[in-house]
């Protein structure tokens, strides 16, 4: 017999003293990093919006300084290369990257040209790569897309991509931000799980950072934390007791007092069976709008041979918020455009209060309906938030300064509060870049405002600080139609939920109604308490101190 001497594992990633500060900043994004990633792991990156997550990963793939400006101190290294004397070009068969925008780094133009690319330029042989493309194709489901344009796919079919396109070239290390912002709940579970796979089966070390930790957190095996200007590191379970971000299940977990925290559904459901054997009751949906703010008729969408939207019949009310969902590519963006008035309309309606937004120009459609799309930066080309402020209020014949009242609203209840006015709006964090943009559409006070994936990028405390402010909209009179992936959103701030699949509308209803019941789109609370239709921890907890199962310090009884 062999003896084989155990080693441990080896370090892949190392950041000695590593400190970033870009151009102009007032003081470094990071400071003094020491952080060590062993091979073959799940490193979950989390943080605040803004925190610097991005920079620590772009710092892993040799972007940082080169692509982003400003100036590194200490040393990185990834797989003993380090990355300042690297071109990143050489780390490519070492390190795989996907941004947050996948569309911004494609090079070609099909999603198997896409694919094929980065073996190409490996020189790998013709058989070789075209095995590696079926692979990819099989692992991730896009073998149906193979001939499609990348420009046609949804965003959550293009991270798909993006992923796959990183694969291809076999890395050991797999860098990822925000890798399931786009996708719906389905595909991101299919991703994390073939994720993990390339981790236990294959040893590759995957890196991501992720705001949407009810999908990610039970997948690490590292949690790095990123706040102010410095980085924790360790065990998922004891970092998260503290961490500024986690998801519902944990928050849940600290203020019942359970321990270990859970970071799963199936942890916290067994802490939770004395809430269940309570009986607690969650609060009854509101009452259905009594009018028709809003009203679809026989919308038709036609992409080419795709049929996105295939005759929708829609009424929504004046006051209401409401979540539209559905898979990948099951129409929503399309639906969201035609509704606006502006985007593509092969057949049908829109009527907001007896005008169809189809037949008005751009300056009469800002005032009866508002569109944010998926990436808010793209409404954005002045030089600082003021500029961008003032544009708005002229041209929406508002008096000045109403455009900057709006943007302060809607970051009252942010922990970033008041954005500078003087910063330029590519400096802002996502959050704030939203709020931005939501805040020039707003300014012409429509009564329709719609918003297309509008969560990817923020922590939990923005998307809270985002819902209040619909809310608050929606409750003076507007119609809120929300098209997005984020079930814990859609549940905490939506009154109502319409289901879209291949175009067509399959469901429309209460929120908790419809969502709570379904495996694939209830929120953690809601899978917790199942069968009981809970969607809130607050709304959890607050309904467990009535009844004198939680005491509101060690957490709940029993």
């Known amino acids: 017999m062999v003896a084989v001497r155990d080693a441990g594992s080896g370090a892949v990633i190392r950041f000695d003293r590593v400190t970033v500060t870009y151009p102009d900043a007032s003081e470094p994004t990071l400071a003094a990093v020491d952080l060590v990633v062993d091979e073959g792991t799940t490193c979950l990156v989390t943080g605040r919006t803004g925190s610097g997550k991005s920079t620590l990963l772009q710092a892993v793939v040799g972007l940082v300084p080169r692509a982003t400006g400003g100036h590194l101190a200490g040393r990185v290294t990834v797989a003993g290369l380090d990355t300042a004397h690297v071109a990143p070009r050489d780390l490519a068969g070492t390190v795989g990257w996907v941004g947050q925008d996948p569309l911004a780094g494609f090079v070609t133009d099909t999603v198997e040209a896409e694919l094929a690319f980065g073996p190409e330029q490996l020189a790998l042989p013709p058989t070789v790569m075209r095995v590696r493309v079926e692979e990819i194709l099989d692992l991730l489901g896009l073998a149906d897309l193979r001939d499609r344009p990348l420009r046609d796919l949804s965003g959550g079919q293009q991270q798909r991509v993006a992923i796959g396109a990183a694969l291809t070239t076999r890395p050991r290390v797999l860098v990822l931000d925000e890798p399931t912002s786009s996708l719906d ?3 991101a579970e299919e991703v994390l799980a073939a994720l993990s796979r390339l981790v236990h089966d294959l040893g590759i070390t995957v890196v991501l950072a992720e705001h949407r930790l009810e999908r990610a ?16 590191a360790g065990d998922p379970s004891e970092l998260v007791a503290d961490s500024p971000v986690v998801p519902p299940v944990v928050e849940l977990g600290r203020r019942c007092g359970w321990h270990p925290l859970p970071r799963s ?21 509101r009452d259905a709008p009594a009018s028709t703010a809003v009203a679809v008729r026989g919308l038709t969408v036609r992409h080419g041979s795709v049929l996105a939207v295939d005759g929708v019949d829609l009424d929504l009310g004046g006051g209401t ?3 539209l969902i559905g898979r990948n590519g099951s129409g929503k963006s399309s639906l969201l455009w035609a509704v606006q008035g502006s ?4 057949a049908g309606t829109t009527d907001v209060h007896g005008q169809d937004t189809g037949d008005l120009d751009p300056s009469a459609r800002r005032a009866v309906v508002a569109l944010v799309p998926q990436t808010p930066g793209d409404l954005l080309y002045l030089e600082t938030v003021d500029d961008e402020c003032a544009q708005a209020d002229a041209e929406s014949a508002a008096t000045p300064g109403t455009c900057r009242g709006v943007l302060d609203d809607l970051m009252s209840g942010s922990a970033s509060g008041r954005v500078d006015g003087g910063l330029h709006p590519r400096d802002l964090s996502e959050g704030q870049r939203l709020a931005l943009v939501l805040a020039i559409q707003l300014t012409a006070s429509p009564g329709v405002v719609l918003l297309d994936e509008p969560t990817r990028g923020l922590d939990y405390d923005a998307k809270r600080a985002l819902g209040a402010a619909l809310r608050r909209r929606a409750g003076a009179g507007a119609t809120v139609l929300v098209a997005t992936h984020d079930v814990e959103f859609a549940a905490t701030t939506c009154d109502r939920t319409v289901l879209l699949s291949q175009g067509e509308v399959v469901a429309h209803g209460a929120t908790a109604e419809l969502l709570c019941p379904s495996p694939t789109f209830a929120p953690q609370v809601a899978r917790i308490m199942a069968p009981s239709h809970w969607v809130d921890v607050d709304d959890l907890i607050d309904a467990a101190l009535r009844a004198g199962v939680a005491d509101g310090a060690t957490g709940v009884d029993g």
């Open 217 to 232: 957190l039970q997948f690490a095996d590292q949690l790095v934390v990123v706040e102010g200007t410095s980085v924790r």
């Open 185 to 187: 709940p389905t595909g």
């Open 265 to 285: 559904v199936r942890d916290a459901r067994r802490h939770a069976a004395p809430l269940r054997a309570a009986g607690l009751r969650p609060p009854g949906p």
């Open 321 to 323: 918020t409401t979540a």
């Open 343 to 346: 985007g593509t309309r092969d």
